[in-house]
Structures are given as structure tokens and as C-alpha cells.
């Protein structure tokens, strides 16, 4: 009898490490962006610095993510996992520790790729710890939803942190979470490892044509669309892109197999993810720096504003998971774009300045809609490839959310501060995009 509870007291343990690291990295995804007009205030950025504040995370993130699975399958899940939280703990630290935007900015990119780290391993962990299937699904289901719950308390705890301890705090709170998960590492088993080939040819392309491509549309606003600055990388970009295909096509080892993309209902998840993504993160950061900015908010208060936002992801996971059970997963997720995309018109409607009412009301079937479209786009997406694809296409599926998030924030961030927009027509602009995207992905969904 006591074997057996210690037993499931060490795997309890090790569950509760996987999930507090997943929460982390999640929620650095979203609690930064209440704290950036402060941060460009004592630091001397400008909104192309405050873009790559946020884009150097999601970058990172984005682009390791492709064989971060493969990685874990290699040295083992438990080791990745501890290496990643070590490493992600010492680049909070630097996040907090940085003199000037510069090195935040190399400090958020290893944040970034020890989060692409932690990700797959901590899954992997939980697969490898929980041998029972029923306790192992509960398991996950407390991982996937403590991941929803970073994102919606993202705003608000950088919102009070900021307020009450300054901007640094945001990222020195990770410090002693991050290394109490490492500490809940010590109670996992070995874990068993695999030669699983790594497509590094394919993730360096993947790498540098988003990277090239994010920096150029970043650069449009202060630069111009004909400077070489942004010409020379959209040009790196297109060429990165090519070399992508030209790989994936004759790889032995693809990260992506490029038959797949015949699949309309494939392709139509892997772009609901983008644009959904796309959509979320870019209305965050336009309202932070509206909120603090025009409104003249705090960010206590800009972080509270957000919860019409973020307060109902989570419920909305579980409901859209509901749904998909009973109808299967096409209409749920084309009808979550298109009510999403009514949330934004709402936001083009009301504009910088008006109501506040009205607008908190618009961002409400934004987060509903976000939440919804999830469950039935990972059940979409992994209904159409074979059972031994699910992980690699998961993975996927998570590079074009962070790379959606990442062109969210700088597309948006351009369109607010473009000379000649101004920031009303920038939000409005930014909006309208949003809802015709969403409504784009919406109807190839359905028609899938």
C-alpha cells in the first residue's frame, strides 16, 4: 500500500511540474504586452521596438517548435524539459536584469527557444509518467487547460505586477515557478528515447524566412515600404520560402509533408490557426498601447479591460469541445470565426474613442469565438492525417498560431503607427483585417 502511494504521489509530482511549466510558457505569451508602454517609456522604444519585445518570444518559439518533438524523442523528454526551464528561468532573469531594449529583446528570443523546449516535453512527460489511460487523459486535460488559463491571466498579472512592482517584475516572477518545476522534475523517471531524425536543413529555412519576413513588415512604418531595409528582407524571405518547399520536397525526414497540403480540411486548420492567432495577439497589443496611451489608463487597468477578452477562452475551450462531440468539427469552428469577426467589426465600429462600454461588449465575441474554434480545429486537423503524423502535425499546427501571433503584432503595430493613419484609423484598419481574414478562414473551413 505504501509503495503504491508513493507511487502515485511522485507521478502526481511530476504531472503538476509538466503543467506549471506549460502555464509559464504560456503566460509570458501574454503578460508582457499590458506592461509595454511602460517599458517603452523607461527604455527609450519606440512601437518597432515594442513589436520586437513581443515578436522575439513568439519568433523563437515559432520557428524551434518544428523539431523541439524530434529533440525530445532523442535526448529524452525529462532532460529537454529540465534544460529548457533552466534555461528559461536564467533568460527571465536577463528579461528583468536588461539595461535597454536591446538585450531585452536577445533576452525574450531565449526565452522564446527555451520555450519551443518546454513544450513537447512537457506533453511527452506526461505521456511517459501516467501509465493508466483514463488518469493520463484527466492528466492532459489539466495541461491543455492550464495552458488557456496563462494566456487569459496573462494580462491582468502584468497589469498588477506592473502597477504595484514595475515592469521587471513581470518577468523575475517566472524565476522561482520555473525553477520549482525543475525541482518537480527530479521525481521523473527515465525517460525512453528514440533516433528520431531532425530536419534542421528544413527549420533553418522555416527560421529565416519568417524572421526576415516579420523584420521587414516591422521596419515598413519608420523606414518605408522602398527602403532596402525592408526590400532586401522580404526578398531573403521569399527566397528562404523557396528553399523551404525545395527541402520538404526531397527531405528524407520532412517536418513537413507537403502531400498533406493537398487536404483541404488540413490546410483550412493550419490557416484557421494563423488567423485566429493573427487576430488575437495583434488586438492585444493595439489596445495596450490604446488603452495606456489615448485612454490614459493604467496598467492595472488596462490588464482588468482585458478580461471581457480573455475571461471566457476557457470556458469556451470546453463548450467548443462539446460541440464538436455532437455536430463533429466543421461548423463549430467556421461558425467561432465568424463570430469573432463580428467582435472585431464591433472594435472598427466603436473606435479609439468611443464608449468604453461598447467596446469591452465588441471584445467579448472575440475571446468566445477564439475559445470555440479551438477544440474543433485540433480534432479537424488530426482527423485528416494518419495516427503516427498526430504529433508532428500538432507541432505544426502550434509554429503557424506563433507565427499568425507574431505577424498579428507587427502588421498591426505598422498600421498604428504609419504616417498618415494615426491611431483611430489604425485600430480601425486592424479590426477590419482581422474580421475579413477570420471570415476568409471561416468559409474555407465549412467548405472543407
Known sequence: MTAVVTDTRRTGIVVLASCLGFFLINLDATIVTVALPVIGGQLGAGVSGLQWVVAGYTLAFAGLLLTAGSVADRIGAARLFGYGLLAFTVAS????????????????VLQGAAAAAVLPASLALLRHSVADPAARAKAIAIWAAGGGAAVAAGPLAGGFLTAQFGWRAIFFVNV???LLATLGLSRAGRSARRRSPIDLRGQLAAVVALTAFTFAVIEIAPMGLTSPVVLVPLLVSVLAALWFVRVESTGAAPVVDLRELRSRVFVSCLSTGFALNFAYYGIMFVF???FQQERGWSPLMTGLSFLPLTAVVLASNILGGKLTGLVGPRLPMAGAQLLEALGFVGVLLVGVHGPTWLLLLAMVPI??????ASP?????????????RAGVVSGLLSSCRQAGGVLGVAVFGVLISATGFGMETGLQVSAGLAAALLCATAIASYSA
Open 288 to 290: 495596450s498601447i490604446v
Open 376 to 388: 474543433p480545429m485540433m480534432t479537424a486537423l488530426l482527423d485528416s492525417v494518419a495516427a503516427e
Open 176 to 178: 522561482p515557478f520555473a
Open 367 to 372: 475571446g468566445i469565438g477564439g475559445g470555440l
Open 93 to 108: 532573469a536577463a528579461c528583468g536584469f536588461a539595461p535597454g531594449a536591446g538585450l531585452l529583446i536577445v533576452a525574450r
